[in-house]
C-alpha cells in the first residue's frame, strides 16, 4: 500500500470510529444498545450503500476477529467455574427448553429457504442465543438486580454460554465441510477442553491467575491480551474455534485478576467489537434485506414468544409471582453481539448463501430494539391490564 493508500486507509478508520462513537452517543439518549446502530452504519458504508470503503478492510477483517476473542473472553471472566458447574446443575431443565423452544424456529426458517444443513444448524444459533451484554444492562438498568426472578434468567444465560462451547466448534466443523467423524472428533476436542479447563480452573484457579498477574497496567495488559490471542490462535488451529479458546481462558481466570482483566480489557473490547458489528453490516447489501424482511420479522414474532415461554417456565420454577415471570421472560428476548458472530462464522466460511447474512442482520436489529422495549413495557401493560396501580418506586427491584 503506498502513501496515498494509507493516508486514505487513515481517514476511512477514523470516519468508520468517530462515525461509531456518534452511533453510540445516540444509543445512550435513546436508553439502546448500539449494536443495531452499528449494523445500520455498516449497512450503510458496505457493499451497496452509499459509500464503500475499500481503504480499511485489512484492517476490519483483523480487528473483527480480534473483537470476537475480546467478547468471548470478557464473558468467560465473568464466571468463575464454580458458578459454572452450580448453575448448570440448577438450570439444566430450563437450559434445554430454551434450546429446544428457541433454535427451532431457526431450523425451520433454514429449511424452508433451502439453505440445508450448514444453514439450519448456522441459523439455529443466530435465534436461539440471548444477548446476555443486552440482558445484563437492561436489568441493572431497571433496578432488577435483586429480584427474585433474576437468578433465573442469569442461569438461562450461563447456560446458554456454556452451550455455545460446544456448538461453535460442532458448526466450524460443518462450516469446514468436514466429515461426520471429524466434526465428532472436533466435538470431542471441546468437550474435552471444556472439562479440562474446569477441573484446571476449580483446583489451580488461583495459580493461573497468578501468571497473568501484575501491578503494572501496561505489563498486565500486554500478558491478558497477549494470552487470549495466543490460546484463540491455537485453539483455530486445531478447529475448536478461536471464541471457544478465549473463552475458556476466561474461565481460568479468577478471583481479582478477572476482576482487573475486565475493568482494562474492557475498551478494547468495545472497540473491537463494534468494528466487528461495523464489519457484518458492511458485508451485507441492503438490497438483499427487502426480499427476507417478513422472514425476519416472523422470527422474531415467534422468537419473542419462545423466548418469553422459557422465561417465564424458568422463573416459576424459581418460586416467581407471575409478575415476575413476566419480567424473566421478555429480558430474554434481546439478541445482538452472539447471534452476529454466529453469523459472521457462516459468511464468512462461504457456507451460506448471501440471504443469510441480510436475515440475520435484519433479524438482529429488530430483536437487539425489541428486547429492551418488551422488558421496560411489560410490567407496566400487565398491571394497566390486571387494573393494578404503577409499582411505587421504593418497592423497584422487589
Known amino acids: 500500500m503506498g502513501e496515498s493508500g494509507t493516508a486514505l486507509a487513515l481517514i476511512q478508520l477514523g470516519a468508520v470510529l468517530f462515525g461509531l462513537g456518534v452511533l453510540g452517543r445516540i444509543a445512550a439518549k435513546i436508553g439502546m444498545s448500539p449494536i443495531p446502530l452499528y449494523l445500520i452504519g455498516g449497512l450503510v458504508f458496505g457493499t451497496g450503500g452509499l459509500i464503500e470503503l475499500r481503504h480499511a478492510d485489512d484492517f476490519l477483517h483483523l480487528a473483527s476477529e480480534i473483537g470476537v476473542v475480546l467478547l468471548l473472553l470478557l464473558l468467560g471472566l465473568e464466571y468463575s467455574a464454580a458458578e459454572l458447574v452450580t448453575g448448570m ?13 428457541n433454535a427451532t424456529p431457526g431450523v425451520l426458517v433454514a429449511v424452508a429457504l433451502g439453505w440445508g444443513t ?20 437492561v436489568l441493572n438498568d431497571l433496578g432488577r438486580l435483586g429480584n427474585r426472578e433474576t437468578p433465573a434468567i442469569l442461569s438461562i444465560l450461563v447456560f446458554e454460554d456454556l452451550a455455545m462451547a460446544g456448538y461453535l466448534p460442532v458448526l466450524t466443523a460443518v462450516l469446514a465441510g468436514v466429515g461426520l467423524v471429524a466434526g465428532l472428533q472436533t466435538l470431542a476436542i471441546a468437550l474435552g477442553a471444556v472439562t479440562a479447563v474446569l477441573v484446571v480452573a476449580l483446583r489451580f484457579g488461583r495459580q493461573v491467575s497468578a501468571v497473568l498477574a501484575s501491578k503494572d497496567r501496561e505489563v498486565f495488559l500486554l500478558k491478558v491480551l497477549g494470552a487470549a490471542l495466543l490460546v ?16 475458556l481462558l476466561g474461565i481460568a481466570v479468577s478471583d481479582a485478576t478477572a ?29 438483499s434485506i427487502p426480499p427476507v424482511l417478513l422472514w425476519a420479522v416472523l422470527l422474531a414474532v415467534v422468537t419473542t414468544a419462545t423466548k418469553v415461554a422459557t422465561g417465564w417456565w424458568a422463573a416459576k420454577r424459581g418460586g416467581a409471582t407471575p409478575l415476575g415471570r413476566v419480567r424473566a421472560g421478555t429480558a430474554l428476548v ?18 451460506v448463501p ?8 435484519t433479524y438482529v436489529l429488530l430483536m437487539a430494539m425489541l428486547g429492551p422495549i418488551a422488558a421496560r413495557v411489560a410490567e407496566p401493560v400487565v398491571r394497566i391490564v390486571k387494573g393494578q396501580p404503577p409499582v411505587p418506586k421504593s418497592e423497584v427491584g422487589e
Open 89 to 101: 446443575r440448577r438450570s439444566w431443565p430450563a437450559g434445554l427448553l430454551d434450546i429446544v423452544l
Open 232 to 247: 484463540a490462535g491455537v485453539a483455530s488451529a486445531v478447529q475448536v474455534s478461536a471464541a471457544v479458546g478465549a473463552f
Open 334 to 351: 434481546a439478541h445482538g453481539e452472539f447471534s452476529i458472530v454466529i453469523a459472521g462464522l457462516a459468511v464468512g466460511a462461504g457456507a
Open 118 to 137: 450448514t444453514g439450519a444448524i448456522a441459523m439455529a444459533g443466530v435465534t436461539y442465543i440471548s444477548s446476555s451484554g443486552i440482558v445484563a444492562k
Open 259 to 287: 476482576r482487573d482483566a475486565t475493568k482494562i480489557l474492557e475498551p478494547l473490547r468495545d472497540l473491537f467489537a463494534a468494528l466487528f458489528f461495523v464489519l457484518f453490516g458492511l458485508s451485507t447489501d441492503p438490497a
Open 354 to 361: 448471501d440471504e443469510f447474512a441480510a436475515l440475520a442482520t
